[in-house]
């Protein structure tokens, strides 16, 4: 295994520079893909994984999508047996918490949990420290996967449970209560810069906050504090003849006179237009100047993607741009790079191009890459054309290494001399130096991705990785 692909729980790795250009669509398996990309160099990860719903999902014919297909029901011979074991040696938590799920709700959440925890701590190593993780799913193994991120994220950053209200209510007679939300996990890494968002005031909310209007054109007005909230000595003065706050006024008697001029005081007065002088001193908060309600954690203003919706392409599990353009925006900056490991048909890196920022996908489909590359140039005729690719990155985040057989004196010592296949004392002649994780499938030459095998086991073993291999033997 190689340890530089391992990161200890509590920190990050140093950020580098991508070894991929933006624009670039990898088919295939994302665990490779994953394991070859440079430590720390992603600002934004957007995952919408299969959800171990335990159903097939095909696009209809006709629809863009058509051709995509995927079964969501998972068992042990659906993943890597192999990889349970790798992950008690990387992530005794992850580990942990995938034994619980097997002994309370079965194998086939195991294997769904190895599939996804091998990979989560893959995006927690390309993940910056500066940079987010959302990761979308359902109730079927929300709580599970809730569980997985907290044992590969939670020391190095903060959480948050996003509710997706998807849908309305319908009849569901399996369901006591409807199903009608995705969850969101989104976690943000120490030193995440975050953009909050906000969205216009329910006309309630005009109704009953923005009562006032002076009809000069700057429209309504809600009253605001005028008081310091704290002791402030230096603002105890007397404006006006209306009486000093307890613990002073919040703005100096310059800022008093400039908010006067531009008539955003409000001063209380009687029916007759005399001044009230027992009543306080209200700032004028326009409406027109506020960025209006900061969303919260429980989205219902972004729907789904109806029947005649333009956005539609019939891939069975698209999600709205809406959706996609809010978490862009609230966790990046123009020019960041964001990651979607299961781009399917793509909305994210649609929304990050929209955006104005770079992105890279993968998936298991080729049909990702023309669907990408259909909707990104519907928005922008004049867009040059992505980068699809089938092999994994090779990294340059380790340095110049040396010929891995170079190593091989070394090995031998630390070995000494003990092949670390079958267990058998050989001599120096007949030892070989092998690969723990294969180059082909993201493995380095690195010293700590290397060992000693005798040429029978070099032999036997081939291109597997060494946990493959053991559990294969």
């Known amino acids: 295994m190689d340890v530089h692909r391992k990161v200890p729980m509590g920190s990050l790795p140093t950020m580098a520079s991508p070894n991929f250009a933006p624009s670039t669509i990898w088919t295939g398996d994302n665990l490779p893909v994953l394991r070859g990309m440079n430590s720390a160099c992603v600002d934004l990860i957007y995952l919408d994984p299969p959800f171990n719903s335990n159903r097939n999902y095909e696009a209809p014919i006709g629809s863009k999508a058509a051709g995509a297909a995927f079964k969501d029901a998972w068992t042990l011979n659906d993943i890597d047996v192999y990889e349970h074991g790798e992950l008690a040696e990387i992530n005794p938590k992850v580990h942990s918490v995938i034994e619980t ?6 194998k086939g959440m195991q294997s769904y949990l190895i599939f996804m925890g091998i ?8 993940l910056k420290d500066t940079g987010s993780i959302y990761l979308h ?7 599970y996967l ?34 009608v939300s995705d969850t969101i996990h989104f976690y943000a890494m120490s030193n995440t810069i975050f953009n909050p968002i906000y969205q216009d005031h329910s006309e309630d909310y005009i109704k009953k906050f ?10 309504p007005y809600r009253l605001g504090d005028m008081a310091s909230p704290n002791p402030r000595p230096l ?4 404006w006006k003849g209306y009486p000093c706050p307890v613990k002073g006024w919040r703005y100096k008697a310059e800022t008093m006179a400039e908010l006067d001029r531009e008539g955003r005081i409000y001063y209380p007065t009687f029916k007759n237009g005399s001044p009230d002088f027992s009543k306080r001193l209200c700032l004028k908060r326009y409406l027109s100047e506020q960025k209006g309600t900061k969303i919260g954690n429980i989205w219902t203003d972004i729907k789904r993607i109806d029947n005649n919706n333009k956005e539609r392409t ?3 599990t698209q999600k709205p741009l809406a959706l996609l353009e809010r978490i862009i925006k609230a966790s990046s900056k123009p020019g960041d790079l964001v990651l979607d490991p299961f781009c399917g048909c793509a909305t994210s890196l649609v929304a990050a191009e929209r955006l104005g920022r770079q992105w890279a996908g993968i998936d298991l489909s080729p049909l990702a890459t023309r669907l990408v590359e259909e909707r990104i140039r519907d928005d922008n005729p004049l867009w040059a054309r992505l980068i699809a690719l089938d092999k994994p990155p090779q ?18 010592g630390e070995q000494e001399g003990v092949c670390k296949g079958c267990g058998i004392h050989f001599p120096f002649k007949v030892m070989e130096v092998d690969h723990i994780l294969p180059k082909s499938q993201g493995g380095t030459d690195h010293i700590d991705n290397l060992q000693l095998l005798c040429c029978a086991c070099n032999r036997s073993k081939g291109g597997k990785t060494m946990a493959q291999w053991r559990a294969n033997s």
Not at 119 to 126: A, D, G
Not at 157 to 175: F, G, L, M, Q
Not at 210 to 219: E, L
Not at 395 to 412: A, I, M
């Open 101 to 106: 799920a097997k002994q309370i709700h079965g």
């Open 119 to 126: 990979r989560l701590i893959e995006l927690y190593r390309i």
């Open 137 to 143: 799913c359902d109730s079927t193994a929300s709580h």
């Open 146 to 179: 809730k569980l997985l991120m907290d044992a590969v994220f939670m020391s190095s950053s903060t959480y948050c449970e996003i509710i997706w209200k998807r849908t309305n209510t319908h009849n569901d007679a399996r369901n006591t209560f409807p199903k």
């Open 210 to 219: 923005y009562r006032f209007n002076d009809n000069d054109g700057r429209g």
């Open 235 to 238: 603002m105890m003065y007397d």
């Open 314 to 316: 019939g891939y069975p």
């Open 395 to 412: 990294r340059t985040d380790l340095g110049k290494l040396p010929h891995y057989r170079t190593h091989r004196h070394r090995l031998y």
